[in-house]
C-alpha cells in the first residue's frame, strides 16, 4: 500500500540531521550538474525543501546568479498547482498550511518550464514517484512534455511499488549516488 509506504519512508527521513540532508543535497547537486548540462535550459521548475527533502536552495540560487528564469509551485486549491518565478530563495512567503509559497503571482505557462526537479517520497527505478498523496504532481504533469527530473537521496529509491494509471513516471531520478541514475531513455 502507497499510505504504509510513505509512513515507513518517511521515519526514516525524518531521522536524518539537518547536517547530513544538507551534506547530502550538495552531492545531489554535483549529481546534476554532471548528469544535466543545465545551460542548455533557460526556464527551470524547482521547489522549496518541506521538511528533511533534498535541498537544492544552493542550486537554485547559482540558476538565479546565471540568469536563469527559476520557477517554484504554488497549490491554488485543493487540485491545481502552478508555477511562479522567483528571484532568489528568500522571495517567498508563508502560505496556507506553512507552506512556503512564491511572492510573484504571474504563472509561467506549464511547457514554457524547460526543465523540472521534482521532490519525493520515494521513486521506482522506473521513474514513477511516490507524493505525499494528493496526486498535485501527477495532474500537473498531464500534457508536461518537457524533461522531468525525479530527485531523492538513495534510501528513497524504491523497488517497484503499486502505481495507478494517473501516476506519470520522471525521465531520470537523480540521487547522491552517481551508480543510481535512472535514464527514462535507457
Ligand atoms: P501521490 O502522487 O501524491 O503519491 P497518488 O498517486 O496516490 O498520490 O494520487 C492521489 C490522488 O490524486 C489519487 O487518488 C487520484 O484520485 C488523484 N489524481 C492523480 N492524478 C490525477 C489526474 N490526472 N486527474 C485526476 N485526479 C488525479
Ligand atoms: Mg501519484
Do not use: W
Request: glycine share 6%.
Amino acid at each position: 500500500m502507497k499510505k504504509d509506504l510513505r509512513k515507513k519512508i518517511l521515519k526514516v527521513r525524518d531521522q536524518m540531521t539537518c547536517n547530513e540532508v544538507t551534506l547530502i543535497s550538495k552531492k545531489i547537486i554535483r549529481n546534476i550538474q554532471r548528469e544535466l548540462k543545465l545551460d542548455d535550459y533557460q526556464v527551470i521548475g524547482m521547489y522549496m525543501p518541506i521538511g528533511n527533502e533534498v535541498d537544492l536552495r544552493p542550486l537554485i540560487t547559482s540558476l538565479i546568479e546565471n540568469n536563469k528564469t527559476v520557477v517554484i509551485p504554488k497549490v491554488l486549491s485543493k487540485e491545481k498547482m502552478e508555477f511562479y518565478p522567483i528571484e532568489s530563495v528568500n522571495d517567498i512567503h508563508e502560505g496556507k498550511f506553512k507552506v512556503l509559497e512564491p511572492n510573484c503571482n504571474k504563472k509561467m505557462p506549464k511547457n514554457e518550464i524547460d526543465i523540472m526537479f521534482i521532490p519525493g517520497i520515494g521513486f521506482s527505478k522506473q521513474g514513477y514517484r511516490l507524493g505525499f498523496g494528493a496526486g498535485y504532481y501527477d495532474r500537473y504533469l498531464v500534457g508536461y512534455i518537457n524533461q522531468k527530473v525525479g530527485v531523492c537521496f538513495a534510501f528513497q529509491l524504491l523497488s517497484d511499488f503499486q502505481t495507478d494509471r494517473f501516476d506519470i513516471p520522471m525521465d531520470k531520478v537523480i540521487t547522491e549516488n552517481p551508480l543510481h541514475q535512472y535514464h527514462g531513455e535507457d
